[in-house]
């Protein structure tokens, strides 16, 4: 068996730091990879752990099975680690338009990094036994392996997905699992049989991540555009999600996580149909909340109303709003709504903003994406709702967009039916968007309400709502659900419900 000197050990425990480093973010670029693919965050992370955890299982339970040449086969073991690791987004990002079967390649790849890096920690073991007692060899490689986790969970949100993106944040981590790889083979290549080898074997994987790593925008560019077979005219990941621009025979999409946030040949049905009914039926509009809404698509059609004396928007991500500030062609659909001196922009979680703002608010107009995992489920639960009816004045009323009442009923009617128990009245209504199918929205307040109510005010010209707000309140009987909970903070039943019927 190999021993190294005691020297060894500082070489080997700077190992340990990079093998946790290196395995936990391979683990989060395959999480966000595939929520950012196939959505549900909450299914795919989750899977992605449970399979990393057991394949780790495995690998230390293959581990007792080597016993010779110790220190050239986990330097070999960091090569391969570093080669999968490295090119997994890559793969996947490439593979994904190609592959039938995609989500067990995903936990192929998964599965393969980590039985690698479960085989690595006992190896290192075996390795420096003679240089600690035994107590001391636990605590030293546990510390050192939970310290180099703790790292990537910090940088991987803060650092790594802003500044590098998925793809190259994978390709860097893995160049530099080769680079321990290929300094182990010099540093102890009195130890190492055929170290020139694996020194040139690291070298020359090295090179191909490297390469993959400077081509990986172009790689990407190629792939989003097989993704979606449109001109892609802007992309961009932030610390939330990634945001694409595409264009095709006049119509321009948005996509964030590769859903579509709307499309410009139709968004109008949607938002007119947002925004409309509750600023015609609100007695007083003098003061509007919008949280979300990032695209200002909602604040252009808000504009329209020359009573409203100040827009307050809180969408959590800076990025999306100052891109949909500043492009050229996204200030042309909002019609540079942002730049309107009655916009007020908070860039806040929306969840975390209404505790502490002591605002009222004469109308709310709630435009998140669909709750599709936790993040977003909570934003649209009871405590969320009773939050936001803290700073309405008493007379205000609210608007939610509420999902597809005929793809995801019980989604739907759960946010109804959680409104409803907050707010005195909630009353239901959809509407057609070629784009998306039926849609569906809700109209919340604390005063008497009926669909028949004549309109305070109008603006016009519109090009769909006609200010008829009781002929959109019917459903037939393929959009109703029966026995639905409502959603609260601590079971976020409506991510099941919406997890459920989407997949269908």
């Known amino acids: 068996m190999d021993k190294p000197n005691a020297s060894y050990g500082y070489w080997l425990l700077i190992a340990i730091f990079v093998i946790a480093t290196c395995g ?5 670029v395959a999480g966000a990879l595939a929520s950012y693919l196939l959505g549900d965050s909450v299914r795919q992370f989750s899977f992605i752990i449970g399979v990393y955890l057991f394949s780790m299982g495995i690998g230390a339970y293959l581990a007792k099975f080597i016993h010779h040449k110790l220190l050239e086969k ?20 490439v593979l994904f338009n190609y592959v039938l079967y995609f989500e067990p390649l995903l936990y192929t790849i998964v599965f393969s990094i980590g039985c690698l890096v479960g085989l690595e920690i006992p190896l290192l073991m075996q390795l420096m036994q003679d ?33 590098l993106g998925l793809m190259r ?16 083979a010099v540093a102890l290549r009195q130890r190492v049989s055929m170290a020139i080898r694996l020194q040139v074997k690291a070298i020359l994987v090295f090179l191909l991540l490297l390469t993959t790593f400077i081509f990986a925008n172009d790689i990407l560019a190629w792939s989003e555009k097989n993704l979606y077979d449109e001109t ?26 590769n859903n579509l946030q709307f499309a410009s040949a139709d968004e109008y049905r949607y938002h007119e149909a947002l925004v409309h009914p509750v600023l015609s039926l609100a007695e007083c509009v003098d003061q509007v909340l919008v949280l979300g809404g990032g695209d200002g698509l909602a604040l252009r059609e808000i504009l329209k109303y020359p009573d409203v004396q ?65 993040s ?26 509420t999902t597809s009442p005929f793809v995801a009923p019980k989604s739907f009617w759960c946010i109804q039916k959680t409104l409803a128990s907050v707010f005195a009245e909630a009353q239901a209504y959809h509407i057609y968007v070629p784009s998306f199918g039926e849609w569906g929205f809700s109209l919340a307040t604390q005063q008497d309400f009926s669909p028949s109510n004549v309109p305070f005010r109008t603006v016009s010209p519109l090009r769909f709502y006609d200010f008829r707000f009781n002929k959109l309140c019917d459903f037939p009987s393929d959009m109703r659900a029966k026995d639905i909970a409502i959603n609260r903070l601590d079971n976020q039943i409506l991510v099941r419900y919406f997890d459920e019927e989407w997949n269908k």
């Open 169 to 184: 944040t994978s390709l860097f981590f893995g160049m530099l699992n080769i680079a321990i790889a290929w300094v182990l």
């Open 74 to 93: 986990f330097i070999l073991i960091e090569i391969w680690i570093g080669v999968i690791g490295g090119l997994s987004a890559t793969l996947l990002f």
């Open 24 to 28: 936990l973010v391979y683990e989060l």
């Open 232 to 257: 892609i005219l802007l992309s961009k990941t932030t610390p939330y999600q990634r945001i694409v621009l595409t264009h095709q025979k006049n119509n321009c999409k948005l996509y964030l996580n």
């Open 376 to 401: 977003v489920g909570k934003l649209y639960t009871q405590r969320f709702y009773q939050s936001l009816q803290k700073v309405l004045s008493p007379q205000a009323m609210v608007s939610v967009q």
């Open 131 to 163: 240089e600690l007692q035994f107590k001391d060899l636990v605590s030293n490689v546990f510390a050192v392996d939970y310290i180099g986790a703790l790292v990537a969970s910090v940088l991987f949100p803060l650092v790594l997905v802003p500044y």
């Open 310 to 374: 100040q827009i307050t928007l809180v969408d959590l991500d800076r990025e999306m709003t100052e891109i949909c500030s500043n492009n050229h062609l996204l200030t042309q659909f909002n019609q540079n709504a942002f730049q309107n001196p009655k916009v007020k922009v908070i860039n806040q979680d929306a969840f975390v903003w209404l505790q502490h703002n002591d605002s009222q608010f004469d109308v709310a107009i709630v435009d998140f994406p669909d709750p599709s995992n936790y």
